[in-house]
């Protein structure tokens, strides 16, 4: 299986919180900055943080994302190769970003390459397109702080909700959630859901592929590169017997623009992608485990 063996150069060479499901705590609007090499969980220093944000066409949506920003270690966007201002936008807010070109295509793809170039502690996905909400991202934090392996955004649990999901894409999703916790022994309330964090010791479980070249097969991409990497992720945190704990989290619309997810032909890759990942004899038993009635995985 492919691995993340190597960071992605960016694309100028030197260019250079807790809540457990049960509680919903006042975000804080600033994150620790305090350096560490590796901050395990109540070792007493303070995690660094870094936010990837996968970017296609978002130059409208950026400033209201950027805006919304706590303070954090860095931030990494991964341009998808965007033909209007994303990039430019993205420097021009935030002259201290990182830019990463990925290597293929796709959301997917996009991930495993901001996850390889992330240097911090503590890695979170966001989108660029102000649906998920960079306020919350202490919340998230304080969770991977309070214990957790993996931090999961949860839009159908306790003080969750959607503003942008169509009633096609619930329905799937939870017929897609209801069939992982039965195949895999999980608890998640909410499979396809792209905002995570979890510690960057832990993104070996992942197994992503930041460095093959794209395939020559007729969309270039490669097996997770697409939108099935949440459930993918979803799918072997689970397997590798992370403490998972679901984070409420509320999902505004996307602000300009069009989702690039297509419910049909992107739910099937969902369901291909639990088809192949679904190995009975390999799975943990242990994952059913659950602990303070809050953890999903
Ligand atoms: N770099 C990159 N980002 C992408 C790609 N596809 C989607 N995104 C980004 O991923 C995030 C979620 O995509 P979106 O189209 O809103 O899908 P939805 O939220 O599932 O409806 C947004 O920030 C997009 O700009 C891609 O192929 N490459
Ligand atoms: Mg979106």
Known sequence: MPTVDRVLSDETADETGAERSTVHRPIAHRLPTHRSA??????GTEPTV?????ALNEARNLPHVFARLPEVDEIVLVDGGSTDDTVAVARRLRPDIRVVRQNRRGKGNALACGFAAATGDIIVMIDADGSTDPLEIPSFVQTLRAGADFAKGSRFGPRGGSADITRLRRAG????????????????????????AFWARHLHVFALDSTSP??????????GDGFEIETLLNLRAARADLD???????EHSRIHGVSNLNAFTDGMRVLRTIAREWRPRQRNAAKTEVRDGARVG
């Open 214 to 223: 794209a395939p020559d097969n007729a969309d270039g991409r490669l097996w």
């Open 50 to 54: 870094s936010v990837i944000v996968p």
């Open 173 to 196: 999703n939870k017929c897609l959630s209801v069939l992982v916790n039965a195949l895999f022994g999980t608890r998640y309330s909410d499979l396809c859901y792209g905002y995570n």
């Open 244 to 250: 998972i704990v679901e984070v409420p989290s509320f």
């Open 38 to 43: 590796a901050a395990p969980p109540g070792a």
